[in-house]
C-alpha cells in the first residue's frame, strides 16, 4: 500500500498524490508541497491546528496522553533529576552533558554574563511603572545592535554563540527590568553562583546586607525553569521560527517571542490567573466564575485552563500542583488562593461543559501560586517564563538554520473587494 493520499478535486475531477510522512511519533503528515501546481489550490487552516510547519527534533508531546519529552526524556523525570542548566544542554546540543561538558558549558556562559553598560541606560526610558514585559521586549531588541554585523548566522559557531549570549544575558535583562521597577541599583551577574542563585541574588540583592538565595526558592525557581524550557510548536516558537526565516537577528527574533508569549492566551496566562484568583476572592465565589466561564456571551474564560494541544492533563501541571504544595508548606505560607485554586480545579474537573471540551488546569494555573510564594510580583511572572522559555527559542532557531528551511509565508482566503476604479477626492 502507497503511503500517499490522493485529493481529489470534485469540480474537475484532476488528482494530486500527496506523500505522508511519517515521524518517529505522532500524527502523520501529508505532504501538500504540490497541491497549488497541480490542483491550484491552497489549504486553510487558520490557527494552524492541522498543520506541521516544520520537522523537529527537539521535543515531542502527546495531548491526548499527556505525554511531553525532551530529545526523548520525560519532563517527570528531567524535573525530579535535572536541574534547569542542564536541560538547557540538552536542548541545545540534543544529549545530557558529561561532567566535563557542563563545566564548560557552564564557563561559556560566565564569560558571557554581562551586557553592555550602554544597554542599562534603556531601562531609563520607561516609567518605574511600565509592565516588565514590555521593558524585557525593548531591551532584548536592543541587544541586537551589540551582535549584528560581525555575526554570521550561517556560521555554526556563531550560532552557538549566540544561543550562550542569549541564554547567559536573558537573566540579567529580566532582573534589571525588576530592579527598575522598585528603584534599585542593578546587580551585577556573579560567576560563583549557580544559575538560579544569580538570578535571585539580581533580583533581591541590595547594596547595604548580604543576600543568601533561600534553597526552598532556588529549588521552586530551577523547577519552573524546567518546566517552561520549551514546548515544541507553540505561538512563541513559532514567531521565533517564522521571524528567523526571514534570516532576522536572533536577539530580535527572541524580542519577536517575548511579545507573543506576553498575551494572556499564550504566557501572560499565569499573571491572569493570579489576577483571576484575586478577583475570585472566596471559595463561594468559584460558581458564579464558573458560570461566567461557560456563558458564550461573556467574554471571560478561565484562566489556566484548556490548552490547543493537550486534551489531557498537561504533565507540567501535575508536577507544578506538587510543587505548589511543597512551596507553601517548605515557606509556612497558607495562601487562601491556592484553596480557591484548588476548588475552582476540582468543580471544573467534574463540570460537563469542561469534561466535554477536554478543559484541563495546564503549567500556568499553579506556577503563579509559586512565584506570588516566592515574593516574585505578578507583573514578573510572565517575564520568569520569557527566562525559561529563551532556550527553547534560541534551540528551535538554531535547529530551523543549520537546516533547509525557506521564509514562512502563508497565504489567505482573500475576502475584499473586487478590483474597482479609483474616485479622486473631490468626487467622493
Ligand atoms: N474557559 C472557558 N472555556 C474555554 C476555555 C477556558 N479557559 N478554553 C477553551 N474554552 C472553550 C472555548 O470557548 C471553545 O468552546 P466552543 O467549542 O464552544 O467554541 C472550546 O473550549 C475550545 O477552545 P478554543 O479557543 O477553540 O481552543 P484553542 O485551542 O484555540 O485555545 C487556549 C487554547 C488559548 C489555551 C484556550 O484554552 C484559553 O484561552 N485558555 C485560557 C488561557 C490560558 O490558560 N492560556 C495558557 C495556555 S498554556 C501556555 O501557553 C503556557
Known amino acids: ?23 518517529v511519533y505522532g500524527a502523520p503528515v501529508i505532504d501538500t508541497k504540490t497541491l497549488y501546481k497541480e490542483l491550484e489550490v491552497f489549504t486553510f487552516d487558520p490557527g494552524f491546528t492541522t498543520t506541521a510547519a516544520c520537522k523537529s527534533a527537539i521535543t515531542y508531546l502527546d495531548g491526548e496522553k499527556g505525554i511531553l519529552l525532551h530529545r526523548g526524556y520525560s519532563i517527570e523525570e528531567l524535573a525530579k533529576n535535572s536541574s534547569y542548566l542542564e536541560v538547557c544542554y540538552l536542548l541545545l546540543y540534543g544529549e545530557l552533558p558529561t561532567e566535563d561538558q557542563f563545566g564548560t558549558f557552564r564557563g561559556h556562559l560566565n564569560k558571557r554574563n554581562m551586557v553592555h553598560e550602554h544597554l542599562e541606560r534603556f531601562y531609563t526610558g ?37 544561543a550562550i549570549r542569549v541564554i547567559a544575558k536573558m537573566p540579567i535583562l529580566a532582573a534589571h527590568c525588576y530592579k527598575h521597577s522598585v528603584g534599585h ?24 546586607r548580604e543576600y543568601t538565595p533561600n534553597s526552598t526558592a532556588v529549588k521552586a525557581l530551577n523547577l519552573m525553569l524546567i518546566l517552561h524550557a520549551d514546548h515544541e510548536q507553540n505561538a512563541s516558537t513559532s514567531t521565533v521560527r517564522l521571524a528567523g526565516s526571514a534570516e532576522a537577528n536572533p536577539f530580535a527574533c527572541i524580542a519577536a517571542g517575548i511579545v507573543t508569549l506576553w498575551g494572556s492566551a499564550h504566557g501572560g496566562a499565569n499573571e491572569a490567573v493570579v489576577k483571576m484568583l484575586e478577583e475570585i476572592g472566596t471559595v463561594d465565589r468559584i460558581d458564579e466564575f464558573v458560570a461566567r466561564a461557560k456563558d ?47 476548588r475552582l480545579e476540582e468543580i471544573a474537573l467534574k463540570d460537563s461543559y469542561f469534561v466535554e471540551k477536554k478543559l484541563y488546569p495546564n503549567v500556568d494555573f499553579y506556577s503563579g501560586i509559586i512565584l506570588k510564594a516566592l515574593g516574585i510580583p505578578t507583573s514578573m511572572f510572565t517575564v520568569i517564563f520569557a527566562v525559561g522559555r529563551t532556550v527553547g527559542w534560541i534551540a528551535h532557531w538554531n535547529e530551523m538554520i543549520s537546516g533547509s528551511y525557506r ?22
Open 185 to 208: 541599583p542593578f546587580v551585577y551577574s556573579r560567576d560563583d553562583l549557580g544559575y538560579v542563585e544569580n538570578f535571585l541574588n539580581m533580583m533581591f540583592s541590595v547594596p547595604m
Open 126 to 162: 520607561y516609567l518605574y511603572d511600565a509592565h516588565p514585559m514590555s521593558m524585557l521586549i525593548g531591551v532584548t531588541g536592543a541587544l541586537s545592535s551589540y551582535y549584528h554585523e560581525a555575526m554570521d548566522i550561517h556560521d555554526p559557531l556563531d550560532r552557538e554563540l549566540t
Open 407 to 428: 521564509i514562512g509565508r502563508p497565504r489567505q482566503l482573500y475576502t475584499g473587494y473586487e478590483a474597482r476604479d479609483f474616485t479622486p477626492l473631490d468626487k467622493r
Open 296 to 342: 458564550k456571551n461573556d467574554p471571560f474564560r478561565l484562566m489556566g485552563f484548556g490548552h490547543r494541544v493537550y486534551k489531557n492533563f498537561d504533565p507540567r501541571a501535575k508536577v507544578m500542583k506538587q510543587a505548589a504544595d511543597e512551596v507553601l508548606a517548605e515557606l509556612g505560607i497558607e495562601d487562601e488562593m491556592l484553596e480557591i485554586a484548588k
Open 1 to 23: 500500500m502507497a503511503d500517499t493520499v490522493t485529493i481529489t478535486d470534485n469540480r474537475t475531477g484532476k488528482k494530486v498524490e500527496c506523500p505522508i510522512l511519517t515521524g
